[in-house]
């Protein structure tokens, strides 16, 4: 028998659904790192992580970002244990409540993840999943389009690569 996480890797909706109906509780366990079910299911697209959501798993403070909370959150400086900030989770998931509410609380508008694949600012997220709202509230709230470049990474190239003219302009206007 397969685990949830075996499962959420393998992009296997109908599995996940199938075990959370023998066993809810499954839903609601975290990997060997300590990802939550439904943390490591955003990671693989929107059925993944609706299939995970279905079987209405206990909400930690980053899982609540996640399902469009904006109470209830990490601290401002915590991170996931794969490297990203609160911000970081507000930006992927395009949570523009949540990222106001954790700069209000002190959050670093600029933070550079630690994960070992992505050494970006929550801008930078923005530019990879297109956050549009979240932008503008980094922007509005002094966050640096330019940390964290490397000579070949900037956040605005990276909003045009994924097609996200309107980003991409928030940028150029912000930095004008």
Known sequence: MSTIFEL???CDVAGIR???ARQPAAAGEHDDQGLS???RAAYRGDEVFAAVRDAHPPLGPFDRILVGESTGLPGPHDRTPDGFTALHIAAFVDNA???ET???AGADPDALATASFARVTP???CSFVGALGVARVLLAHGADPHVGEDGAYTVEAEAIARGNEQLAELIRETTR
Do not use: P, Q, V
Request: charged share 15%; no cysteine; net charge negative.
């Open 102 to 104: 954790l700069l209000e």
């Open 37 to 39: 079910a439904l943390m």
């Open 97 to 99: 409540a949540a990222a």
């Open 8 to 10: 959420i890797d393998a």
């Open 123 to 125: 801008l930078g997220t």
């Open 18 to 20: 199938e075990l959370a």
